[in-house]
């Protein structure tokens, strides 16, 4: 069973476009990470957000958590080729020793 | 200095074989995870070491065995490989107990069963 639902699982576009990632669930997190993934390495924490209705930022990153705590988005302005990569979501419960994973989003920014 | 590191890179190797990988963290954490990644890019976690002690064992075959000597490693043991097998391995840690923790993911293990 797939807990958490991420879209588009592909997304290609040109540089200077903006874009969103969504990643919903019918289930409540008590957090929820974004990761980034380049080719040939781990995955690398991009963000966590832990209240719902929570706003991060970071640069031209914006991340938001649902208020219910049960769905997230990630908006890129302006995108740039260094943005590509899979961007994964991930949902943390209470006991936080497991995260519930998304299928992740491949992101190609085009020159 | 590598915070997570993982031994070897690439592994290649017939089916029925035995292979290990090594996994080590610098970072002083207290909860060490092995994931495996397949060609669709769904990471799903095999196990989780809390302190040396096993407290996640998803459905993974027998076939696979960690061991946690201390908790700065944690190493998988794959008895009998099968072509299936075949996928990136990925060693991560955390320290459990802040929610806003982060896992620190190693560069990850190519196997590949022939």
């Known amino acids: 069973t797939q807990l958490l639902e991420q879209s588009p699982q592909f997304l290609s576009i040109q540089e200077g476009e903006n874009l969103t990632v969504y990643c919903n669930s019918s289930s409540v997190f008590s957090s929820l990470q974004w990761y980034r993934q380049e080719p040939g390495e781990g995955p690398v924490l991009l963000v966590t957000v832990v209240t719902g209705g929570e706003v991060k930022k970071l640069k031209r990153l914006t991340f938001q958590f649902g208020d219910a705590r049960k769905d997230s988005s990630l908006h890129i302005t302006a995108a740039q080729p260094g943005d590509t990569g899979l961007y994964l979501c991930?949902?943390?419960?209470?006991?936080?020793?497991?995260?519930?994973w998304g299928a992740g989003t491949k992101l190609i920014i085009k020159p | 200095d590598t915070a997570v590191s993982q031994t070897p890179k690439y592994l290649v190797t017939q089916m029925g074989n035995d292979k290990s990988i090594k996994c080590e963290q610098n970072?002083?954490?207290?909860?060490m995870y092995w994931y495996k990644q397949d060609s669709k890019k769904f990471l799903k976690i095999m196990f989780s070491y809390n302190n040396k002690e096993l407290i996640i064992n998803e459905t993974v075959p027998n076939r696979f065995s960690p061991k946690s000597p201390d908790k700065a490693h944690l190493n998988l043991h794959i008895n009998s490989l099968e072509l299936g097998d075949s996928a990136v391995y990925f060693c991560a840690s955390s320290q459990v107990g802040d929610p806003e923790a982060p896992q620190y993911f190693g560069p990850g293990t190519r196997l590949t069963v022939l």
């Open positions: 970072l002083g954490h207290d909860t």
């Open positions: 991930a949902g943390g419960r209470d006991s936080n020793y497991q995260l519930i």
